[in-house]
């Protein structure tokens, strides 16, 4: 029997988080964690003027990042994919973007904070080349009652990264 022929999947691209995706941005959040941010957090995000991007495939969402400049830093406060798409590069292939980004704006350092309970994402960045510096004591939410300390993650941006 003859292989059906599949649609190729539209091309993955990145853009700038506007307003028009906040409902999609706050709805995948809330898949994606246990303690997920408000879209008011991702509002407030876009006002402040922090660089967010979406990461596209045709219209449909992927995942998206929130990245805050500082003076020879960047913080990024979020970055996630759709439970239903990871494993397959995505967070690297934002992680690249916003690295590049970051460089090009004259960042030295990433920076970030992850849950201790988070061993993908902490494995992933070290994969990534992030090194533990610190660990802030308490610093999430985990129940009504309890609070969850968070690992401290930082990158040097060498001139490649931005390539
Ligand atoms: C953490 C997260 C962003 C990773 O996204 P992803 O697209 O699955 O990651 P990638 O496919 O780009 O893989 C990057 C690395 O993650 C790790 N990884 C990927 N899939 C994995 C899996 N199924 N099991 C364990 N580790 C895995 C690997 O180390 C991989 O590195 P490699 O490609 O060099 O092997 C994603 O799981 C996510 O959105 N999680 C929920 C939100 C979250 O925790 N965000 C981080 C908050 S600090």
Redesign the pocket.
């Known amino acids: 029997m003859n292989a059906v022929p599949q649609p190729e999947a539209a091309p993955l691209r990145l853009a700038p988080m506007t307003e028009a995706w906040l409902d999609a941005v706050a709805a995948l959040e809330k898949q ?2 246990t303690h997920p941010w408000s879209r008011g957090n991702f509002t407030d995000s876009v006002v402040a003027g922090y660089h967010a991007c979406v990461l596209l495939q045709g219209q449909a969402l992927r ?1 998206y990042y929130v990245l805050m400049k500082g003076l020879d830093e960047a913080h990024l406060l ?4 759709d ?1 239903g ?9 934002m992680l690249d973007d916003l690295a590049g980004w970051s460089a090009r704006q004259g960042a030295q350092w990433l920076w ?4 201790t309970s ?1 061993a ?2 902490r ?2 960045y070290e ?1 990534y080349g992030f090194k533990e510096v610190g660990v802030r004591r308490n610093y999430y939410p985990l129940s009504a009652f309890k609070r969850e300390d968070a690992v401290v993650m930082s990158l040097p941006l060498s001139a490649g990264a931005a390539a």
Do not use: D
């Not at 979020?78 to 994919?81: A, D, G, L, M, S």
């Not at 798409?85 to 292939?93: E, F, P, S």
């Open positions: 994606a964690y995942g979020n970055i996630t994919v439970p798409h990871q494993g397959q590069g995505l967070a690297r292939l970030l904070e992850v849950r988070n993908r994402a494995r992933m994969r």
